[in-house]
């Protein structure tokens, strides 16, 4: 039977110290001459898991690869328009342990992923809500946690045993397991892995990733001088009932008093998004069709009839936070845009008769058509006056505002107003 009683452990002064390399980070244990008693809490075991790069197949990448910690929880290591060094696909997707293989769609925040709801069909909203990744196939953070280590174009480890043979390879992993986990923990791989996923869940669960931090949360507290008069502006314009149509999706309660807003409804849509041609080329050749590569979101799952998920869902993809957008760009689910200008634009441009911005200012070119083109959510788009670019500029400001403290001195400068 597995000891549900709290050990305490002895570690060598667990100065667990965190080996920065770039944007990736890698745990080792540093030993001081006096020792201490230390028992790690799951969310702590969890962290030394989300850093560790030795659970990669190249012992190159860990959890804080794609989602860094000090880069609003994405992969910011080759974004260039926000600090990267580019890559051939200019962040859009993110590469593999192998530093070659390029994943399917653009790594998401995993900043205040913790308020997703378990995926499901919402009966009264006829709709779907929650989980995780894009098309929302891991219903919580533990069962997403799984998945990046066994993913060929993630961290490519074989299998969830090779996951833990890694895992059993630390004395520190193995003696706080067997504390938080029970004795026997090992003996069932399968059950070790669950828990490797669960610590992680459990830190990534962690304030560390909900602080709450930012200038429009402090303006909610009752700081009025927290933001400008042209971000004020812009956030009338957002929860506007008659003007711009952001609340439709990216709005959860909706009391005027309420607080800590998460900016997303967790429910799934077609929005139109363009193919992001050029990724594609990168990744299947110039030759490459671009019909034979059509994202269907969450039509796409293999297990839709579990779900009642139809071809009416087509190309839905789960509408993401806009908490610490400014800082977490390429944007939409295959990273298509580098700006969040671009992106209002685009809303502009879908939003029916009255909408401008015919071109995608980043190509000069007409939008690329999108994956599904018979299921896009055409009522919530409208936008009964359009946006115009004084709006743009305004919401933009606004969105800055979302920005976590920490996050702050990333965000590029801003443009002036139109």
């Known amino acids: 039977m597995k000891s549900t009683k709290m050990k305490k452990i002895v570690v060598s002064s667990v100065a667990i110290a965190v080996l920065m390399l770039g944007c990736e980070e890698s745990v080792k244990t540093v030993v001081e001459t006096k020792e201490?008693?230390?028992?790690?809490?799951?969310?702590?075991?969890?962290?030394?898991?989300?850093?560790?790069?030795?659970?990669?197949?190249?012992?190159?990448?860990?959890?804080?690869t794609c989602h860094d910690l000090e880069h609003g929880f994405v992969d910011a290591r080759f974004d260039s328009a926000h600090g990267g060094i580019g890559n051939r696909v200019d962040g859009a997707l993110s590469e593999g342990s192998d530093n070659f293989a390029l994943g399917g769609r653009n790594a998401p925040s995993a900043g205040y992923?913790?308020?997703?709801?378990?995926?499901?069909f919402n009966t009264n909203e006829s709709r779907h809500v929650g989980g995780q990744f894009w098309d929302g196939r891991a219903k919580d953070l533990q069962a997403q946690a799984k998945g990046p280590f066994l993913d060929t174009?993630?961290?490519?480890?074989?299998?969830?045993?090779?996951?833990?043979?890694?895992?059993?390879?630390?004395?520190?992993?193995?003696?706080?397991?067997?504390?938080?986990?029970?004795?026997?923990?090992?003996?069932?791989?399968?059950e070790a892995y669950e828990k490797v996923a669960q610590s992680v869940a459990d830190y990534e669960s962690s304030e560390v990733f909900t602080t709450y931090s930012s200038r429009y949360d402090k303006y909610k507290d009752g700081n009025d001088s927290a933001l400008s008069n042209l971000e004020k502006e812009g956030m009338l314009l957002f929860f506007a009932n008659d003007n711009v149509s952001c609340k439709n999706c990216h709005q959860l309660d909706e009391s005027p008093t309420a607080k800590h807003e998460l900016f997303t409804n967790q429910m799934y849509s077609n929005i139109g998004t363009p193919q992001n041609i050029s990724a594609l080329k990168v990744k299947f050749g110039d030759a490459m069709n671009p019909a034979d590569h059509i994202d269907h979101g969450l039509f796409g799952r293999s297990d839709i009839a579990d779900f009642n998920i139809t071809a009416a869902?087509?190309?839905?993809?789960?509408?993401?936070?806009?908490?610490?957008?400014?800082?977490?760009?390429?944007?939409m689910s295959n990273g298509v845009f580098s700006d969040l200008?671009?992106?209002?634009?685009?809303?502009?441009?879908?939003?029916?008769?009255?909408?401008?911005?015919p071109l995608n200012r980043e190509t000069g070119e007409a939008w690329n058509a999108p994956d599904v083109n018979t299921t896009i959510d055409t009522e919530d788009l409208k936008i009964a006056d359009g946006m115009?670019?004084?709006?743009?500029?305004?919401?933009?400001?606004?969105?800055?505002?979302?920005?976590d403290e920490k996050f702050?001195?990333?965000?590029?400068?801003?443009?002036a107003a139109p």
């Open 36 to 64: 201490v008693e230390k028992s790690l809490s799951a969310p702590q075991l969890g962290e030394l898991l989300y850093k560790d790069r030795t659970l990669s197949l190249h012992q190159n990448m860990a959890c804080a």
């Open 113 to 120: 992923a913790k308020f997703s709801p378990e995926f499901h």
């Open 341 to 357: 200008q671009t992106v209002l634009e685009f809303y502009d441009h879908m939003s029916g008769s009255n909408g401008d911005h």
């Open 388 to 403: 115009n670019d004084a709006k743009i500029h305004a919401i933009e400001a606004f969105l800055r505002t979302l920005t």
């Open 408 to 415: 702050e001195y990333l965000m590029p400068s801003f443009r």
């Open 153 to 190: 174009a993630e961290m490519m480890m074989p299998s969830a045993e090779a996951v833990v043979d890694r895992v059993m390879e630390n004395d520190l992993y193995v003696e706080s397991f067997k504390t938080l986990y029970g004795s026997d923990i090992f003996e069932d791989k399968d």
């Open 313 to 331: 869902q087509d190309g839905f993809v789960k509408t993401p936070t806009l908490r610490n957008v400014a800082v977490t760009g390429p944007y």
